[in-house]
């Protein structure tokens, strides 16, 4: 917030007697100033103020040491905590941590503001824990005052005015940000790049160097950093592996058993006093060892279900306290959990007074406790259940939660999802989401942690233009910011405003069809149902009026320069590629089904598409990284691994999803022949190709008939095809996407193949058989396929295909 403003704020002044020049003509006329032992990030603030009062004026300005000041220098600027600044008054030592302080006194400039290194990190200006009030100040000196933008990563975001004479007026700001800790996720992270190898194999890094710098810059251009420092996050990940044995109790009660198959996402027993003692133990030695970088404990639930169902756990419930979902009411947990932070809380107390408990408000325990208290040191990080856009009820219950839980929590951050379900689609719930924001601003919000910055940026530009500026300051017009962000489109920036918010309006107008259609499709999660429904929603009549919009803003600045243009044509590649994946999701969909008229037509689209978004993704025009992550997170819904896959082969047909089953028991069928195409069918069952076994129903009524016991062992695949001539004399394989576990495959009554999974990632790799010599052509062939599954879940689970290499 501001304390003091401005006193007349113009790159040219309108009164000569007040004007600063820092420039004229192109040539300097000031000197940057740093003190004689700069912090490097003090020393880094310096060398950016220098380079873009560069860019702008073209006038070379140094930077010295403020030992070294000339005496025939017009103005000085002085950056950082200098004997100059100290001399005019200013209390540097007294500057809150990223505060920042710019103030002209005759012909001196002074930009400086609170620094400090952050717990345990080291001097440099890329670390998010570093207070870096004099960087950020020479950030808001060069917006605020002189117009400088960056609206999104790389050359083509930053916007920087060309002025030969830069001249200020007079100047006294201080200005301390309200919000404590402004977090944007990182888009291009290990954990985004590491999913997408574990989905899909080996990733072409070659773009992620450049980009990440970019994403970088473009963060600390738009002052994301922290004052305050909050241990948090999904806390009892590896308890399962650490104490499952030895403790069971610490552990959820769930389905009967404290057991769990995914230990990352395991639930707690919350309302066993040994967990809460072994929680405050292993937090009380690291604190003794740090108690600055340990000043909070993190109590944070893990993420998923398999919420505990003991009869402790359940009694600190609200029973007729429940929320209303498809499947029908369920019970809030916020009691119950509150009930559990509290016992940390007290504990923790007795340790130290001052420190504090880190809890998530999220999943079934997002709502506010209807009959517990919380202790006075408990920050909650609150995850609403509210996306963007929505019909207003969701903000309206969002505002309602956020109010209730600030009555009761000592700190309030927001941990929001809202930009991960945005997709790479042209989505721009601009006012809603920015009024969502300011009014969790202006009732208590410390702290952000937006969970993530997707990353496509002329997609979704504004959007991320609009909520970065507004972590910095929380009580700007929304309306201004957005036409800082349009302005960078010369002519067309009344056409791309049109533009942005006819995608603005889009999706209240769609949204009751969306819910329905995700609903229908069986998907409860948001992000699943986004990827199905894209095709539907994003069709050719959405497309069609956008498209017009960039096409006429495209002609709007064939005169601008080129930069100008280049902006417009990324506007257009960012909806070009909206398209193609609308069109690749809805090619992988008709692939899937069996509902394809032209498989090599189907499969081409999907490469283009993914071609294309390398080509305009090293441009930043979308992140790449992120839209792959995106489309294979919850299946391979765009085809990224599929044609990855299929590599360089050419389809020549797609096999049956369906085809004939029969299990094994007692591994008979090799000897009876079960292979042969004489042997009869008649038993069999269908069976599905794109799913295990244990997920279809032959799988759920052998474990129904057998002690609730999945099937392991030998089960029996089988199906026919017929081949063209044409292909007489090639090279030709059968592809299988992936076989869980082992498999022995015939054609036509023959041995052609007895693959072993290799590896611990075996069972999920595709691999070919070359039938060359045993197919045949213009006739049936008949295949059938063993399959071994010695544990887990067995079974062809990914569809089988016919190439040529």
């Known amino acids: 917030m501001r304390t003091a403003a401005a006193v007349a704020l113009s790159i040219i002044c309108a009164l000569p007697a007040c004007a600063l020049d820092l420039t004229v003509d192109g040539a300097a006329d000031c000197v940057i100033l740093l003190p004689d032992e700069p912090l490097e990030i003090q020393r880094f603030a310096a060398e950016e103020l220098q380079s873009h009062l560069q860019a702008m ?26 004997s100059a600044a100290a001399a005019a008054g200013v209390d540097v030592e007294a500057l809150e941590p990223e505060a920042i302080r710019i103030l002209t006194v005759r012909d001196d400039l002074f930009i400086l503001g609170g620094d400090r290194i952050g717990p345990g990190d080291r001097d440099d200006p890329r670390s998010a824990n570093n207070q870096m009030g004099t960087l950020y100040a020479a950030y808001d000196f060069l917006e605020d005052q002189l117009g400088v933008h960056w609206l999104w990563p790389g050359e083509t975001g930053t916007v920087i005015p060309d002025t030969p004479t830069i001249s200020i007026g007079q100047i006294d700001i201080h200005e301390v ?25 080996a990733l072409d890094w070659s773009a992620v160097p450049e980009l990440q710098r970019d994403e970088q810059q473009w963060l600390t251009h738009m002052r994301m950093g922290r004052s305050l420092f909050i241990n948090y996050g999904h806390a009892f990940t590896r308890w399962y592996e650490q104490y499952g044995e030895e403790h069971p109790e610490y552990f959820a009660l769930y389905d009967g058993a404290r057991t769990s198959r995914n230990p990352e996402r395991v639930k707690m027993c919350v309302s066993e006093p040994a967990l809460w003692d072994a929680i405050v133990a ?75 408990v880190a809890v998530y408000a999220y999943s079934r325990y997002r709502f506010p406790p209807r009959e517990t208290t919380l202790e006075p040191n408990i920050i909650v990080g609150f995850v609403p259940g509210v996306s963007y856009p929505n019909s207003g009820q969701q903000s309206e219950q969002f505002r309602e939660d956020w109010v209730a839980w600030h009555e009761q929590a000592a700190k309030l951050f927001l941990r929001p999802n809202w930009l991960g379900a945005l997709h790479t689609v042209p989505r721009a719930p601009l006012h809603q989401m920015a009024a969502d924001f300011k009014f969790a601003a202006r009732n208590g919000m410390i702290g952000t942690d937006f969970d993530s910055l997707s990353g496509q940026w002329l997609a979704q530009g504004p959007v991320y233009y609009l909520l970065a500026r507004l972590h910095w300051d929380t009580e700007a017009s929304t309306e201004v910011i957005l036409k800082e962000y349009y302005s960078a489109f010369g002519d067309a920036a009344p056409m791309v405003e049109e533009y942005f918010e006819y995608w603005n309006d889009f999706w209240p107008r769609a949204w009751e069809k ?21 095709p539907l929603m994003y069709d050719e009549e959405a497309f069609a009026p956008a498209r017009d919009m960039l ?7 064939a005169d601008e320069p080129q930069i100008v243009r280049t902006r417009v044509d990324q506007l257009l590649q960012a909806l070009r590629h909206a398209e193609m994946t609308a069109e690749a999701i809805a090619a992988t969909e008709r692939i899937n089904s069996g509902e394809t008229e032209d498989l090599a037509a189907d499969v081409e689209t999907i490469k283009a598409m993914h071609d294309y978004r390398m080509v305009i993704g090293r441009q930043n025009v979308i992140n790449p990284y992120w839209a792959m992550w995106r489309d294979t997170k919850y299946g ?60 279809q129903a032959p799988g759920r009524e052998w474990q129904a008939a057998h002690d609730d016991r999945q099937y392991d062992g030998l089960g029996w695949y089988r199906t026919q095809f017929k081949l063209d001539p044409e292909y007489e004399g090639s090279k030709l394989v059968l592809f299988f996407g992936s076989v869980d576990e082992d498999a022995k495959i015939w054609l036509n009554g023959e041995l052609v193949a007895d693959h072993l999974m290799d590896g611990g990632d075996g069972w999920k790799t595709p691999f070919t058989i070359d039938i060359s010599d045993q197919v045949r052509f213009d ?22 295909w016919l190439m040529e290499e």
């Open 551 to 557: 096409m006429d803003a495209r002609r709007m600045v």
């Open 282 to 356: 292993d937090w009380r030695e690291k604190w003794e060892e740090n108690p600055v970088a340990y000043q909070t404990l993190n109590a944070c639930e893990n993420d998923g279900g398999g919420f505990c169902e003991c009869d402790a756990c359940t009694a600190w419930d609200v029973p007729e306290y429940v929320e209303q979902t498809p499947e029908g009411p369920r019970v809030i947990l916020s009691d119950r959990y509150a009930k559990f932070w509290n016992e940390i809380a007290k504990r923790v107390a007795e340790v130290d007074p001052d420190a504090y």
């Open 514 to 534: 969306w819910s329905e259609q995700a609903y229908e499709l069986g998907y409860r999660s948001y992000g699943r149902g986004a990827e199905r429904i894209m």
């Open 779 to 800: 006739e049936t062939n008949f295949l059938a396929v063993a399959v071994r599954d010695s544990g887990g879940k067995g079974g062809i689970y990914k569809r089988v």
């Open 177 to 201: 940000p309200q919000i404590k800790q402004r977090k944007l996720r990182f888009t291009i992270r290990s954990t985004v790049l590491n999913g997408i190898e574990n989905s899909t194999g």
């Open 57 to 82: 004026s073209g006038a070379e300005i140094a930077v010295r040491p403020e030992s070294e000041r000339p005496i025939d220098m017009g103005c000085r600027i002085y950056v950082g905590p200098t």
């Open 636 to 695: 391979d819904y765009a085809g990224y691994k599929l044609v990855r896959d299929i590599g360089d082969r050419t389809v020549v047909t797609l096999l049956p999803k369906t085809w004939r089953f029969r299990f094994d028991p007692d591994e008979v069928g090799e000897g009876d022949a079960w292979f042969n195409v004489h042997y009869s069918a008649d038993g069999w069952t269908s069976l599905r190709t794109d799913m295990f076994w244990e997920d």
